[in-house]
């Protein structure tokens, strides 16, 4: 054999396995979607002066599921709800930063999420005087 022709056989070796695994791994990547887990908004509407609604808005898809909310109400407490909406009542006036975090489970594994669209600043205010 000389010298082109072992080359020539190597290379159309070559070209066999690669045409042999790309099949392959086309399969191995159509076999599960990739779990996506997001926050996309928090929304915080005063019902009084000092009283809110807060509703998250979140994406949970492809094997991924939020299990539960955690409400970081920027006076020092922390709740955790299975849903996305609570009401809030705040003792004092004030401006308040909140946050939520989303447990999220995936698979076997747990992930805390949280982005800037789940944070709202909310001023709580006194109520008018009356006169």
């Not at 949970?60 to 922390?78: P, R």
């Not at 609570?86 to 308040?96: L, R």
């Not at 447990?103 to 205010?125: F, H, L, P, Y």
Request: aromatic letters at 6%; proline letters at 5%; glycine letters at 6%.
């Amino acid at each position: 054999m000389t010298i082109v022709g072992a080359i020539s056989l190597l290379l159309s070796l070559v070209a066999s396995m690669v045409s042999d695994a790309v099949p392959d791994m086309a399969l191995r990547s159509d076999q599960g979607a990739v779990p996506v887990y997001r926050c996309d908004h928090l929304t915080a509407s005063k019902i009084n002066h000092t009283t809110f609604w807060l509703t998250v808005e979140s994406t949970a898809e492809n094997g991924a599921e939020v299990e539960s909310f955690t409400f970081d109400l920027g006076n020092g407490t922390e709740v955790t709800v299975p849903e996305g909406r609570i009401a809030v009542d705040y003792d004092s006036p004030g401006i308040y930063i909140v946050t939520v975090r989303l447990n999220v489970k995936v698979g076997e594994d747990w992930v805390t999420v949280t982005s800037g669209d789940c944070r709202e600043e909310i001023e709580a205010t006194s109520p008018p005087s009356a006169q």
